[in-house]
């Protein structure tokens, strides 16, 4: 549906459809590797590879090119990596040895689906030669620049509610919006502005954690939307707002999540140019690719990614784009809910990749 600015909805609004098995998880599963599989598969270095459980077994060093889902890997002290890659049928052990393909090794994440270059030793093991992921197309589309210019603008983790909030930045802000700015630039920029996205924690919720109520400036849930609203509502209505979840918002505590509860949030949905969106979204604004989450993920992946901290999550973004998954590790912080369709996965590529969480 086209709206006033063209926000064009690729996904985001869709029901979770969990039914509680067991089985769930394994179904969840399938559909990741296969999803991942076939985005390797384009690749042209990919092509004819087979899957763990198709790797000869007993025969010694026999080229192999096969794709598989990491399921656990060890770290030893001289850089070697052993990995276990699994498919619906089997288990393949591998080694990384060498030098070059150790370095690459050491960023594997358990639960991301790869295609492992090697040679059989014996049985079902194999020493590699290379590792490539899913990654993204060197050759992506630059968005078509469009004769007008104008501006998306993006932002996270207002915390409306907490003492630490910052008032008068988020006043400030607004009113740059709204074109109160001095510079002649500044003001350009804000009437040019179609886009106002805001990935998560827009207040900060009510019992987030531990003894969060002396942290709190405003105890109540429905009072924080209520401000929320109020101060979004004095940006003009010609900016389309888009807001998805955080883990402080009154959402489900599981990736897919939907839209921030309409009861909590109402004075939001009543807004007409503010559009209320799951984590993650997919969107088309005026002919770019937005891809929309909060972040929360990255908690799990910086500290298993060689050269990533907290300072620079861009770093743990572009691997979490190599991965095609926007949360590959299953079973850390992020909790993940086993629907049948894993719509974590990376697809399409985004023009644009936008997170918060992490201040």
């Known amino acids: 549906s086209t709206m006033a600015g063209e926000v064009r909805l690729i996904s985001g609004l869709e029901r ?15 559909d990741r590797l296969e999803s991942l599989s076939s985005i390797l598969r384009s690749r042209a270095d990919v092509s004819g590879a087979t899957t763990a459980s198709q790797v000869p077994d007993g025969i010694k060093w026999h080229k192999v090119k096969f794709i598989g889902m990491i399921n656990s890997k060890k770290e030893f002290r001289d850089g070697t990596v052993v990995a276990e890659l699994e498919d619906k049928d089997g288990v393949v052990k591998v080694t990384f040895r060498d030098d070059k393909v150790m370095k690459k090794a050491a960023r594997l994440l358990v ?6 270059f090697g040679a059989t030793k014996n049985g079902s093991s194999v020493v590699a030669e290379d590792v490539i992921w899913p990654d993204i197309p060197y050759e992506s589309r630059t ?8 501006y998306a603008v993006l932002t996270s983790d ?12 988020f006043e400030r802000f607004l009113g740059w919006l709204r074109g109160e700015a001095d510079e002649s630039r500044l003001r350009e920029i804000a009437s040019k502005t179609k886009y106002l996205v805001i990935a998560g924690d ?3 919720g009510v019992g987030i954690y531990p003894n969060q ?15 929320a609203a109020e101060y979004l509502s004095t940006l003009p209505d010609r900016i389309r707002i888009i807001i998805i979840p955080g883990n402080h918002d009154a959402c489900r505590p599981t990736l897919p999540t939907p839209p921030i509860y309409s009861d909590y949030a109402a004075p939001l949905y009543s807004m007409e140019n503010v559009l209320m969106l ?36 861009q770093r743990a973004m572009v691997e979490l784009l190599k991965s095609r998954h926007i949360a590959p590790i299953y079973g850390e912080k992020t909790p993940l ?12 590529v985004p023009d644009i990749f936008h997170a918060g969480h992490v201040h």
């Open 337 to 348: 809910a086993p629907e049948p369709k894993d719509r974590l996965v990376i697809d399409p």
């Open 278 to 313: 799951g984590d993650p979204s997919f969107v088309n604004l005026s002919g770019a690719t937005f891809l929309l989450t909060h972040g929360r993920s990255l908690d799990d992946v910086i500290p298993f990614l060689p050269d990533c901290n907290f300072r620079e999550p």
């Open 213 to 227: 109520e002396e942290e709190l400036e405003v105890a109540d849930l429905y009072d924080q939307y209520r401000i």
């Open 158 to 169: 207002v915390h409306i509610g907490s003492k630490t909030f910052l008032r008068d930045d």
């Open 111 to 116: 639960d991301e689906v790869v295609c492992v």
């Open 202 to 204: 827009l207040v900060d």
């Open 143 to 150: 968005p078509a620049p469009s004769s007008d210019h104008y």
């Open 16 to 30: 979770i459809t969990i039914k509680g098995k067991a089985s769930d998880f394994r179904d969840y599963f399938r």
